[in-house]
């Protein structure tokens, strides 16, 4: 196996490959190479510095796990080099935490593949990112790249600014649970969101030298539920105002559903569809007039379905009942717990 370590003057792509064993890459380097490929190679982090910012790579392919400076910080030096911020990095990884994933690609990535690596699914990846490499010379196709390669994790994205509350940013995923969550488009940002994003933004930049995570929103849907965590501040630090106010700031949404807890309310005691939804609610201390606004049916209503609950549990308050359905359903506990 040959490397080849010139730049090409012929106009065919440069593929810097970062990983501290090559010879593991040995038949993703050959397949690059006889599909008109111009690969170079670095075996550390320094190394894949200098040889970014000597041969300018239309992409650059990096381990995330090294010895000594690892790809995280590598990706994160070469966006910070004016020299070679404008290249777009895919991480090639074992690892498939959605933490990790979310800090290859806040490290600076577009995209990723997992180990062992599949030469063709590299190709077609690259084939993605090489068409508009060139042409980028800011960051903003990167970061938009990657924020939308968040949907396929089920981790919607959009920035909101803060001087206006203006949504200035979505993935479509977001969009779509936005609309569902809040009946609410852009640019128009739900007031909840909204509220949560100006309560916390200040501690947020108060603690910037050691920043904390704020407490995420929460917005209920039946037994489906949206999640918002404030991740960082984003765009042209000359938006916001000298005191850091004004700038842009990147949120990240996740769904998750209850319906298994309540499959397991339904099989566990006999109960009706409507009747674990009331359970469900009394388990996590709502009271019947809010399970009603929840459920779009009169406290009345909501306590008739309670007491049919109660006689099938046998037990004579609503209390009783909300301990013995987190006793007897796992799922449901861990849902209340969280």
């Known amino acids: 196996m040959r490397w080849n370590l010139h730049e090409t003057e012929d106009g065919s792509p440069v593929v810097l490959i970062v990983d501290d064993v090559p010879e593991n890459l040995a038949v993703l380097h050959d397949t690059l190479d006889e599909t008109g490929h111009t690969v170079l190679v670095a075996l550390d982090g320094e190394a894949a510095l200098a040889r970014a910012r000597q041969a300018q790579p239309d992409v650059v392919l990096l381990d995330a796990i090294m010895p000594g400076m690892d790809g995280f910080e590598v990706a994160r030096r070469l966006k910070a080099d004016p020299q070679t911020a404008h290249i777009p990095i895919i991480f090639m990884t074992g690892l498939t935490e959605t933490e990790h994933l979310l800090q290859a690609l806040d490290a600076g990535g577009v995209d990723y593949v997992t180990k062992p690596v599949k030469p063709q699914e590299v ?15 800011r960051g903003e196709l990167e970061q938009e790249q990657a924020r939308n390669a968040l949907d396929a994790f089920g981790y919607a994205t959009m920035t909101v600014r803060e001087r206006d509350g203006r949504l200035m940013w979505q993935t479509p995923l977001a969009r779509e649970l936005l609309w569902r969550y809040c009946g609410t488009q852009a640019p128009e940002t739900p007031e909840p969101v909204l509220q949560w994003l100006r309560r916390h933004v200040p501690d947020v930049r108060q603690g910037a030298t050691a920043p904390v995570e704020p407490p995420r929103l929460t917005l ?19 938006d916001a105002a000298p005191n850091g106010e004004g700038g842009e700031w990147l949120i990240v949404m996740q769904e998750t559903s209850d319906a298994s807890a309540l499959q397991g309310l339904m099989q566990t005691f006999g109960l009706t569809a409507r009747e674990a939804e009331v359970l469900y609610w009394v388990a996590k201390g709502k009271t019947n007039r809010d399970i009603g606004d929840i459920l779009g049916a009169s406290p009345a209503t909501v306590k008739k379905h309670l007491e049919r609950i109660h006689a099938k549990l046998g037990v004579e308050t609503r209390t009783a009942a909300a301990a013995m359905a987190l006793q007897r359903v796992p799922t449901l506990s861990e849902r209340t717990a969280g």
């Open 123 to 137: 190709i077609a990846r690259m084939g993605v990112h090489l068409r508009t490499a060139r042409q980028v010379r």
């Open 220 to 238: 209920s849907h039946g037994p489906r539920r949206l999640t918002f965590r404030l991740h960082r501040a984003v765009g042209d630090p000359a």
